[in-house]
């Protein structure tokens, strides 16, 4: 997710200056639209589960993220694909920031979620030399292509984490985890 959304953030403005339009102003939209991304993902988190919530975030992000690889579009579609993948991709990224303190147990969730943090910050420094080596709008083209793909693991991914926190209480040690296997709405004997 991370690469997503650093990447979106950071190839945004590059990416439209090549496209004569005002950079500044999709920037703008770009970052206001991640308001409508926290929104739609405190509000799914809550009633999906978060597995599904940040599939969905995922989904949408890398399918906008995609349009925005086609650099021939009008302006204001490349525009509203930008607004939706940055919105989209932060919603899975807040997400993240949900669920794994609720999959590890107290003892270990400081370490977690810090463990999860420091490789974000890595795919972050990456990004930075995938979204600046750009010279024209088809290799900036390409480096959000490389987003989009991102995006699209990032859902495939999300679907295959092994458990669904919602409604399940937080663990405090190791030796509780094993109830960490059941889904949401599962009851135990």
Partial sequence: SVISYYGLSFVTPLYFSF?????????LLSALAEIPGMV???YLVDRIGRKKTKAVMFSAG?????????????????????????????GAFNDLYVYTP??????????????????ARIAGIIVSYISFANESASEAASAVLVYSIAAFAGAVLSMMLPYET????LEDNDTDNSAGTLEAGDERD
Avoid: H, M
């Avoid at 919602?166 to 209480?169: N, V």
């Fill in 19 to 27: 496209q004569n339009g005002n950079e500044y102003v999709v920037t």
């Fill in 166 to 169: 919602k409604g399940r209480k």
């Fill in 102 to 119: 609720e999959v590890y147990p107290t003892t270990s969730r400081a370490f977690g979620l810090g463990l999860c943090s420091a490789v």
């Fill in 40 to 42: 739609a993902t405190s």
């Fill in 62 to 90: 890398g399918a906008a993220t995609l349009v925005l690889s086609f650099n021939s579009l009008p302006f204001g579609v490349l525009t509203l694909a930008a607004i939706v993948g940055r919105g989209s991709v932060l």
